[in-house]
C-alpha cells in the first residue's frame, strides 16, 4: 500500500510540474557501440504567427577516458514544420532526410560536415564535459504553429525520435545514441517532495 502512495504521490507530482516545464529533457537511450552518452534538451518557442525558434542543448558526458566527440544528432518533426539552421557558426551544416541506421530515418538534424555519417575533425565539435545549443528557424503555417510544442520536435510515431552521432573515441570506435524523455529538474524536485510526503503521512 505504501509503494501504491508513492507511486500516486510521484504522478500527481510530474502532472503539476509537466505545464511549468520550460523544455523537453533527454538523455542516452539505446546505444548502437554502448561508448557515448549524452543530456540535452529541446525547446520551442513562437516568435511570430508563422514563424518560431527552436533550441537544442546537447551536453557530452561520455566517459573521459574514452573521449569522444558529438559530431551530428538527428530528429523527427510532426508534420508541416520547417526549419533552417541559425546559428550557432561552429561549422554545423544542416542535414535534412537523414539516414541514421540502425535507428532509422530522420527530418532535420545537424552535422560537422555535410553528411551524417560525418568527416572532418571531430575536434570542431563537442567534446567529453562540454555542451552546444543548435538554433534552429521554425517556419509554419499559423494553424500548424499555434499548435507546435516542444514535444513536436521530438516525433517518435514512426520510431525513434532523437539521435545522437559521437566519432574520435580513443579505441577508434563511433557510436550512435538514441535520445529519450527524462523528467526535468523542476519535475524530479517535485517527485522528490511527493515521495517524502507520502512517506510522512505514513508515520
Known amino acids: 500500500m505504501l509503494i501504491n502512495r508513492i507511486i500516486a504521490a510521484a504522478a ?3 502532472a503539476i510540474a509537466s ?22 534538451s529541446i525547446a520551442f518557442s513562437a516568435t511570430g504567427e508563422t514563424t518560431g525558434s527552436l533550441s537544442v542543448t546537447l551536453t557530452n558526458t561520455s566517459p573521459a577516458a574514452n573521449g569522444g566527440w558529438i559530431t551530428a544528432f538527428a530528429f ?31 527530418d532535420y538534424g545537424a552535422s560537422i560536415s555535410s553528411s551524417w555519417q560525418g ?3 571531430p575536434s570542431q565539435v563537442v567534446a567529453v564535459g562540454s555542451s552546444l545549443t543548435t ?8 494553424s500548424v504553429l499555434a499548435s ?5 520536435f521530438f516525433d517518435g510515431s514512426a520510431g525513434a525520435a532523437f539521435v545522437v552521432r559521437f566519432r574520435g573515441f580513443e579505441d577508434g570506435n563511433s557510436d550512435k545514441v538514441v535520445g529519450v524523455p527524462v523528467p526535468g529538474p523542476g519535475a ?16
Open 12 to 14: 500527481c507530482g510530474a
Open 19 to 40: 505545464p511549468a516545464s520550460a523544455a523537453l529533457y533527454l538523455s542516452a537511450g539505446a546505444s548502437e557501440a554502448g561508448l557515448g552518452l549524452f543530456e540535452g
Open 76 to 106: 523527427n518533426v510532426v508534420d508541416g514544420v520547417t526549419l533552417s539552421l541559425a546559428g550557432p557558426d561552429v561549422g554545423w551544416n544542416l542535414l535534412t532526410n537523414v539516414s541514421g541506421n540502425p535507428y532509422g530515418d530522420f
Open 119 to 121: 568527416g572532418g575533425s
Open 135 to 142: 538554433v534552429f528557424a521554425v517556419a509554419a503555417s499559423a
Open 148 to 152: 507546435l510544442t516542444d514535444a513536436s
Open 188 to 203: 524530479l524536485a517535485l517527485l522528490g517532495l511527493a515521495g517524502l510526503g507520502a512517506c510522512r503521512r505514513r508515520r
